[in-house]
């Protein structure tokens, strides 16, 4: 019985599951498409957008492709959308750039807006994200990302935002091979 502990407790940490290992995300470069589906309580339907997105250490390129068309970088200095050939500053929010953060799983940043709990293993974790920050309490209710890990590499799968009016965001991504 004493080995089938010492076992299972070994197995345990080798699927053991912290933030510093969410942290290598930030250096990759990742494309493809993504599914985001929002609920908003002043409609009786879904809103749901389809696209691509792109995105390095800097920055996020989020093309929307259907129901309507519109381009935005986001950055660590704000949200920027293309018009014509142009990129026009849009006034920067909390929630837009806070967005590039979480897309790059930027541990220091989130713990200063966040209270944080990880669940899971390297095969599927799930990021729970609790305002503290005065100022995101008034945005968002609470926030979860869900993920995995390719090879050595943390993935992420899906985005759960529930803003504090009650409107809820979820974005799925499919990342291209």
Same mark, same amino acid.
Do not use: C
């Given at each position: 019985m004493r080995i089938f502990v010492v076992l299972f407790c070994a197995i345990t940490l080798c699927f053991a599951l912290d933030f510093k290992d969410l942290e290598g995300l930030r250096d990759q470069e990742l494309q493809g498409r993504f599914v985001q589906t929002k609920t908003l309580k002043a409609f009786e339907n879904d809103i749901v957008f389809e696209g691509v997105?792109? =995105?390095?250490?800097? $920055?996020?390129?989020? $093309?929307?492709?259907?129901?309507?068309?519109?381009? @935005?970088?986001?950055?660590?200095?704000?949200? @920027?959308?293309?018009?014509?050939?142009?990129?026009i500053p849009l006034q920067t929010s909390s929630e837009k750039t806070l967005f590039l953060e979480m897309l790059h799983l930027?541990?220091?940043?989130? $713990?200063? =807006?966040?209270?944080?709990?990880? $669940?899971?293993?390297?095969?599927?974790?799930?990021?729970?994200?609790?305002?503290?920050?005065?100022?995101?309490q008034k945005i968002f209710k609470k926030i979860q990302i869900k993920g995995a890990f390719a090879g050595k590499n943390p993935l992420i799968q899906e985005i759960f935002l529930e803003e504090k009016g009650g409107d809820i965001t979820h974005t799925k991504f499919i990342v291209a091979q």
């Open positions: 997105f792109w =995105y390095n250490k800097t $920055e996020v390129l989020w $093309e929307v492709q259907s129901p309507i068309k519109n381009v @935005l970088k986001i950055t660590a200095q704000g949200v @920027l959308e293309q018009k014509d050939s142009h990129w930027n541990i220091q940043t989130l $713990e200063k =807006y966040f209270t944080m709990q990880l $669940e899971g293993d390297r095969r599927l974790w799930n990021l729970f994200l609790t305002p503290k920050n005065s100022i995101v």
